[in-house]
């Protein structure tokens, strides 16, 4: 029976497989090439204090910039980009952007001294040794204070091996900056480790945000995550707000801060300086 299903199985997936490994080949020249012509730029979707809706800071969000094909998100090249191991020199590219624009704006726009640049780092990313030496020295040429900064990774990179994990985020929290944990809910959480890591945030992912009006249950849940993570002293950012029934509920609910396309989608530099205008 075992043989039988073998069969099926390549009889089913060999196609596909072909077709996808083809693909991930005509991707990674074309992301090597990318990377060369420097065309991944980040975006900047604001953050914002849920009690007044002012800005807290942003999150980078890397997009290519594609000659052909247009602007490209992150689900159609990260994935391959992790799988060749790409991803560390272009999350290197939008660290280097997103500070460098934070400590930019930082000295242009009058209140924007204490906004926050939040950087996602891939799991690939966080096992290179050179990471810690790498973000001390882009924020050094950069300018921007350590405190402004803040990396978001996700529980299952740091799940791995956990000394190991624990050892690399005290070294990067040494360095002054903020660490918060992306996604939360999605992977294998434990709460043994979220006490043990030098973690400052936790972000709720928007499956959760999604399904919260579905049932009370759904709210119960949030409930209980923001509590657990206020208890650890950590603060908590809801992701994929869309609706002011949410905003208005995670705010019941004292989650701190909020993202979503009720404030604004990823915007490019110029549109999200226009943001910055209205600071004071
Ligand atoms: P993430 O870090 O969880 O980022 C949040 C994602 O949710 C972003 O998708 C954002 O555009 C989207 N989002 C925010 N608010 C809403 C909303 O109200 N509704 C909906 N439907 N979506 C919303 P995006 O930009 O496509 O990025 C997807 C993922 O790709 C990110 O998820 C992150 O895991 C990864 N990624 C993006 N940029 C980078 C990067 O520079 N480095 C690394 N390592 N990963 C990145
Ligand atoms: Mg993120
Ligand atoms: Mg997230
Ligand atoms: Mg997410």
């Known amino acids: 029976k075992a043989k039988e299903k073998g069969k099926n199985r390549y009889a089913e997936y060999s196609p596909k497989m072909r077709e996808g490994i083809v693909n991930v080949i005509a991707v990674e020249s074309d992301l090597k090439r990318a990377l060369k012509e420097k065309e991944f730029e980040a975006f900047f979707q604001p953050i914002v204090n849920l009690a007044d809706g002012s800005l807290y800071g942003f999150e980078a969000l890397a997009r290519w910039v594609h000659p052909e094909r247009g602007l490209v998100n992150p689900?159609?090249?990260?994935?391959?980009?992790?799988?060749?191991?790409?991803?560390?020199e272009l999350g290197r590219q939008i660290l280097e952007d997103a500070c460098s624009t934070l400590s930019h704006w930082r000295s242009t726009h009058q209140?924007?001294?204490?906004?926050?640049?939040?950087?996602?780092?891939?799991?690939?990313?966080?096992a290179e040794a050179t990471l810690v030496a790498e973000v001390e020295s882009i924020l050094d040429r950069s300018g921007?204070?350590?405190?402004?900064?803040?990396?978001?990774?996700?529980?299952?990179?740091?799940?791995?091996?956990?000394?190991?994990?624990?050892?690399r985020l005290n070294l990067?929290?040494?360095?002054?900056?903020?660490?918060?944990?992306?996604?939360?809910?999605?992977?294998?959480?434990?709460?043994?480790?979220?006490?043990?890591?030098?973690?400052?945030?936790?972000?709720?992912?928007?499956?959760?945000?999604?399904?919260?009006?579905?049932?009370p249950e759904n709210i119960e849940i949030i409930r209980a995550i923001v509590n657990m993570a206020h208890s650890l002293?950590?603060?908590?950012?809801?992701?994929g707000i869309e609706t002011e029934r949410q905003r208005d509920l995670l705010y019941s609910l004292q989650c701190d801060y909020g993202q979503?396309?009720?404030?604004?989608?990823?915007?490019?530099?110029?549109?999200?300086?226009?943001?910055?205008e209205k600071l004071k």
Do not use: H
């Open 111 to 126: 209140g924007a001294e204490s906004l926050t640049m939040a950087v996602n780092i891939s799991a690939k990313q966080f």
């Open 75 to 88: 689900g159609e090249f990260i994935p391959v980009a992790e799988e060749t191991g790409l991803i560390v």
């Open 144 to 167: 921007l204070p350590p405190g402004n900064l803040k990396l978001e990774i996700t529980e299952t990179v740091v799940m791995g091996d956990a000394m190991e994990s624990t050892n």
């Open 260 to 276: 979503g396309y009720l404030y604004a989608k990823p915007l490019p530099r110029a549109e999200a300086e226009l943001l910055l």
């Open 233 to 239: 002293r950590l603060r908590v950012v809801a992701e």
């Open 172 to 215: 990067l929290k040494s360095l002054g900056l903020m660490l918060s944990i992306d996604d939360f809910g999605t992977g294998y959480s434990s709460m043994s480790y979220l006490q043990k890591f030098p973690m400052d945030q936790l972000k709720i992912d928007l499956s959760f945000v999604r399904r919260m009006e579905k049932s």
